[in-house]
């Protein structure tokens, strides 16, 4: 069992930045992919990025790519995403997720779940 707790949202303008936490705990994070999801306003969960045990391997959808960057500190228990030059359809709440072997961009095949951060990005 893993359990995943978020930090970091909030209010910004856009153009501004914000990183988002994820602190893990339950089993040795190294062996599990992590990644992240968010759900905008009215809309389902949507992948946008995740990262391998090591954090060797990363992969981000198109709509951030370029903006965002995910990282991992396996000795923190703890990953990251670092987002730049936020937009306003940026807003969302976002999801850390994780789940034993590779990682996915699927939400039905994610086996864990934080309780989501509010992101808001003004115009």
């Known amino acids: 069992q893993v359990q995943l707790v978020e930090s970091g949202g909030g209010l910004v303008q856009a153009g501004g930045s914000l990183r988002l936490s994820c602190v893990a705990s339950?089993?040795?994070?190294?062996?599990?992919?992590m990644g992240w999801f968010r759900r905008s306003p009215g809309q389902g969960r949507e992948f946008v990025a995740a990262?391998?045990?090591?954090?060797?391997?990363?992969l981000y959808a198109d709509s951030v790519k370029g903006r965002v960057t995910i990282s991992r500190d396996n000795a923190k228990n703890t990953m990251y995403l670092q987002m730049n030059s936020l937009k306003p359809e940026d807003t969302a709440v976002y999801y850390c997720?994780?789940?034993?072997?590779?990682?996915?961009?699927?939400?039905?095949?994610?086996?864990?779940w934080g309780q989501g951060t509010q992101v808001t990005v003004s115009s």
């Open positions: 997720a994780a789940r034993r072997g590779t990682y996915t961009t699927y939400v039905n095949n994610v086996e864990y």
């Open positions: 339950g089993r040795t994070i190294s062996t599990v992919a």
């Open positions: 990262i391998t045990g090591s954090g060797g391997s990363t």
